[in-house]
């Protein structure tokens, strides 16, 4: 018998390890798979795209903000992973009657790298956690020599429009701006309060002015159109499409990430 505290702060007691898995959160769904899981992941979102054949050998329960109870009761799991962002804390509070949630908050890299530990901890993957502890770190590392001499550019990170929303503070996309030394205009704006605030994009000049504006390719599919719109409420920013599956994806997917970044960087200068 083992007692666990997920990062929502509650604690879990396990008889045995948890052989029967859902997940909710793609990013983790990726990351269960990366640790060796894939047989012992019964049930996904229909927004698990990575690894690309569970689309056709799991289960589909609905998406991320809406599930399906009832399959998921019926794939009689011995643990759901959820995440504090992706899932309603009404959705965590339903399913807790079918078995435990698992409930991850990814805002730091830190927090990141303890989720994954936690995994090697909750499903006996301790090796597997380890070595892909190690890979982040050691990329994170490489990103940092290569970036420490790059100036701060000032950016502005669009995730939808119609209305036009951007990630401000507090979320895990702006720790990986940071990290790309982008100043993002938003961080903490005085002006718009929550985490993905709706702006006014016509006032972009005077609350920040970026030099760059960056569009997410998720979760909403931006076009030329929204470029060439969102452009001319600046000064001189460059319009710049981005993977948002690397700006926005926690687990495994940062050590592709930093390479990304690398790229991006270059791309950029």
């Not at 052989?19 to 927004?47: A, M, N, W």
């Not at 078995?99 to 597997?128: A, H, P, Q, Y």
């Not at 050590?255 to 790229?263: D, G, L, P």
Request: aromatic fraction near 12%; charged fraction near 25%; charge should be neutral.
């Amino acid at each position: 018998m083992k007692t666990l505290t997920d990062q929502f702060g509650i604690p879990h007691t396990f008889t045995t390890t948890p052989k029967r898995i859902v997940s909710l959160v793609p990013s983790q769904t990726e990351l269960l798979y990366d640790l060796g899981l894939e047989e012992s992941i019964v049930g996904i979102t229909k927004f698990c795209v990575h690894p690309f054949h569970f689309k056709s050998t799991k289960k589909i329960i609905g998406g991320t903000k809406k599930v399906h109870f009832e399959k998921i009761r019926l794939l009689q799991p011995d643990i759901i992973i959820a995440n504090k962002e992706e899932n309603t804390s009404e959705i965590v509070q339903e399913l807790s009657k079918i078995c435990t949630v698992w409930v991850t908050n990814i805002i730091t890299l830190d927090d990141n790298l303890k989720m994954i530990e936690d995994f090697g901890s909750l499903f006996n993957k301790r090796t597997e956690a380890q070595k892909w502890m190690d890979k982040i770190n050691f990329a994170h590392t490489d990103f940092q020599n290569f970036i420490k001499d790059k100036p701060v550019i000032k950016v502005a990170y669009f995730i939808w429009a119609n209305p036009y929303m951007v990630a401000a503070g507090g979320t895990f996309i702006n720790e990986l701006l940071k990290l790309n030394k982008f100043e993002n205009i938003y961080d903490n704006n005085p002006k718009y309060e929550g985490r993905y605030p709706e702006v006014i994009v016509q006032k972009m000049r005077i609350q920040g002015d970026p030099d760059i504006v960056l569009l997410s390719s998720e979760p909403f599919p931006f076009t030329d159109e929204h470029a060439f719109e969102l452009g001319r409420f600046t000064h001189h920013a460059k319009t710049v499409f981005v993977d948002g599956e690397m700006f926005s994806w926690h687990g495994t997917r940062l050590v592709k990430a930093f390479a990304y970044f690398k790229k991006l960087q270059e791309k950029i200068a």
